[in-house]
């Protein structure tokens, strides 16, 4: 039977599955048995999607689960043809290549944390007083050495260097908690960019803290609309990522910074500035603490340029403030696990955290390249130093309609809704986290399918959709 006859019959399941799983289960199944004989071509994606009603990238992933399952071979600039079945193994582990390709979560890769980790325990635990110290009671606000060396990291942010202003956290969510629960009552204000980081709008509603969007431009929050806000509300609190903003990636140039610690100082607010993100770049812009010592709290930890598992963080503010937040540690956990704390030190301490962050940095530039290779013709934005791209989507797409259509080709994404603040409207675009896949293989068929999708939106007949 040819793959023209098998596609008449070829089912798009209960429902109860993606389309691209019920498809490539389907197609597999005609190939094992020998109903399509090897050498036959595959029908060219476009025309298949036609027949069947669905996206082209629906075709794409299902075509790419045969390739991986080496039941067929994609020639370049041909097409996809069916393979001898003698490369198929006995039992085809289709799991892991069934699940949807995850471009949704912001994760940090992984590098070479696994053997760095090694070394860090083996020696410490060949140091029996430190490792009495790390396995007792400490300080709410952490190990002095650990303090000091936090602080020493910070300075990459052109912080002072002073320990006294450092307290360790279990990561910036741990750090961002400490921080709101000591400043804010229920039912005040916090403004943020009009896209912002969804922990803290878990923590605003978790406190009933009301959250307002502030503009932003390509340079992130503008300083007349937040001059405009603190005027219309009564709100002491700002929460701001200046430097690469999840989600846009939008970095506030030095003059931004400057305009934006203006308002603040004039109308007497006060900084909850994230630099969770700005920690991944080899010469981060000052931050806009620096500007406002007395008036910021800064956040920073290792989760997105190293491991979130590593739970490590810093709060960086006035020293009067970290005792109010030494309160808060207390309530929740006495203190933070200072094990976690130590690796980290010792990994700054001997410049492995450098390593291991500049092998980050290597593997975004790596896929970014990818990116722009196979995203090309789409406008979209990024930063050399970022592993998210921002795109705004292209007429007709709406942004829940496209990553529908893309959940049913097997590709996940995160859309703008997910950030948005409040009740204003988000713009229709969707973030990619080329971080996410375990692989660049991954990533690439991820990406193929994303441009497949993107490129071939329904057609609205009447108000109604078909593709
Ligand atoms: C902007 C931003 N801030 C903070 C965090 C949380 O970081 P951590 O894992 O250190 O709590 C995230 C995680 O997604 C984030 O995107």
């Not at 090897?38 to 298949?48: F, I, S």
């Not at 605003?204 to 937040?226: H, V, Y």
């Not at 809704?417 to 293989?441: C, K, M, W, Y």
């Amino acid at each position: 039977m040819s793959f023209e006859q098998l596609i008449s019959t070829a089912s798009l399941g209960d429902g109860t599955k993606p389309k691209y799983q019920s498809i490539a289960e389907d197609l597999a199944q005609a190939i094992l048995n020998g109903q399509v004989p090897m050498g036959e071509k595959l029908p060219p994606q476009r025309n298949l999607a036609r027949r069947l009603g669905v996206t082209t990238g629906t075709v794409s992933r299902a075509y790419a689960i045969l390739e991986n399952q080496g039941l067929a071979t994609a020639r370049v600039g041909d097409g996809t043809y069916v393979r001898s079945i003698e490369h198929v193994p006995d039992t085809l582990q289709t799991d892991d290549r069934l699940a949807p390709i995850d471009l949704a979560h912001n994760v940090a890769m992984v590098g070479n944390e696994a053997a760095a980790l090694k070394v860090a325990f083996d020696s410490l635990s060949d140091d029996a007083e430190l490792m009495r110290q790390v396995l007792s009671y400490q300080s709410e606000t952490g190990l002095r050495r650990h303090r000091e060396v936090g602080a020493q990291w910070l300075q990459r942010f052109g912080l002072s260097g002073q320990w006294n202003r450092v307290m360790v956290t279990h990561g910036a969510q741990h750090g961002l908690a400490c921080v709101l629960r000591t400043i804010a009552r229920p039912g005040e204000a916090v403004l943020t960019e009009s896209l912002s980081y969804p922990g803290l709008q878990s923590l605003a509603r978790s406190m009933r803290l009301q959250l307002i969007g502030i503009e932003t431009d390509d340079e992130g929050m503008t300083p007349a609309s937040l001059e405009r806000a603190a005027k219309t509300f009564d709100t002491k609190f700002v929460y701001c990522a200046p430097t690469l903003h999840n989600p846009t990636g939008a970095t506030m140039s030095v003059q931004r910074r400057e305009a934006i610690a203006a308002v603040v100082r004039a109308h007497g607010l006060y900084v909850i500035e994230d630099c969770v993100h700005a920690a991944i770049q080899a010469k981060p812009l000052p931050a806009l603490s620096t500007w406002l010592p007395d008036q910021s709290f800064l956040l920073s930890s290792f989760s997105k340029v190293l491991a979130p598992g590593l739970r490590v963080g810093y709060i960086e503010a006035a020293p009067t403030w970290l005792s109010k937040f030494a309160a808060s540690m207390r309530a929740d956990s006495w203190m933070v696990a200072p094990l976690l704390p130590e690796i980290a030190t010792r990994w700054i301490e001997t410049g492995e955290m450098e390593t291991l962050i500049a092998q980050q940095r290597k593997q975004t530039t790596e896929r970014l390249a990818l990116a722009h290779k196979i995203l090309r013709g789409l406008e979209f934005k990024t930063d050399p130093e970022f592993p998210l791209i921002w795109v705004p989507l292209p007429e007709p797409w709406r942004a829940g309609q496209f990553a529908g259509a893309l959940r049913q080709a097997g590709v996940l994404v995160r859309t703008a809704d997910h950030f948005g603040v409040g009740r204003s409207p988000a713009p229709q675009a969707v973030r990619i986290s080329l971080n996410a896949p375990a692989n660049t293989e991954l990533l690439e068929t991820g990406l193929q399918i994303f441009k497949s999708v993107i490129d071939n939106p329904p057609v609205i007949f009447m108000g109604r959709t078909s593709w």
